[in-house]
């Protein structure tokens, strides 16, 4: 069997797999605290300590791990975390600390990022050479996969599809500008419609679905609302799907991926989210009529991480 091992490098937890290549599967996985901000060093030590749990639960060692692969947060060139805000690291060595102290190839690619790499290979990409990865979150996540590598860009930090200006001048983004397609289509950005919306409409039918409770609102509200033919739920359905049209429309005119992927906890709406998706974007993508690029809902969900990070390996053979 071949092995590799992806590590899934967050804020609050560290989760990290043995991931069996042939059989496209992880194994085995481990979850430690992060317990961020800490030296690159000792979180280095961590994720060492804990390749090593895995290998011994399995009964091989770790040189028998092909790669070790990691996906952080921050901004990432070469294997240096340039700059990672929630784990107080700057210019961090952290593929070559990982790398001496495992004694195993190491590579090491931005979260996002990673993802986006876990649906290309394995997930709704592929066996295609192109993914542009949106994942509708707390913000809005990008990945940009093009000829089968990620595309990090010259400052390290490309792929962030979610500051995208949709709209000159309009709503203020978590960034500190106006109109990024984050302040429109991110989770955060669904709930407060759904609740401006509520309080607008007293006989909507989001109050009933949240039990009365405006606090109570969350992502899915409006999408059940709707499903019951609520007027107020639709308006927020409609401009949502409106907006993220627009989004994906820019980034297949630019990219003509062979996949845009969605997904993130919106994404969990399914078909819900999808048909209209599909529908809006006849009209707002140019070129409509040959169009070829599929617009899917994410595979993985918790672990594209661990197996993005797995597979960077490949990405370098
Ligand atoms: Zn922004």
Redesign the pocket.
Known sequence: MRYCIGVDLGGTNIAIGLIDLDGKVIIRKKSVKTRAPRPCVEISADIRDVCVDLCNDVGITLSEVEWIGVATPGIVRSGVVIDAFNLGWTNEKFEEIVCTMTGRPTFVANDANAAAYAEAKWGCGIGEESLIAVTLGTGIGGGIILNGKIWEGFNGFAAEL??MVIDVGGRR?????RG?L??YCSATALVHETRRMMKLYPDSLMWQVTGGNIDCADGRTAFTANEQGDFAARQVIDDFVNYLAIGIANIINIFQPSVVCIGGGVSGQGEALMRPLRERLKYTSFGTKDMRTRVEVAVYKNDAGIIGAGLLGIMEE
């Open positions: 979610g500051h983004c978590s960034c500190g500008l990024c984050e302040a």
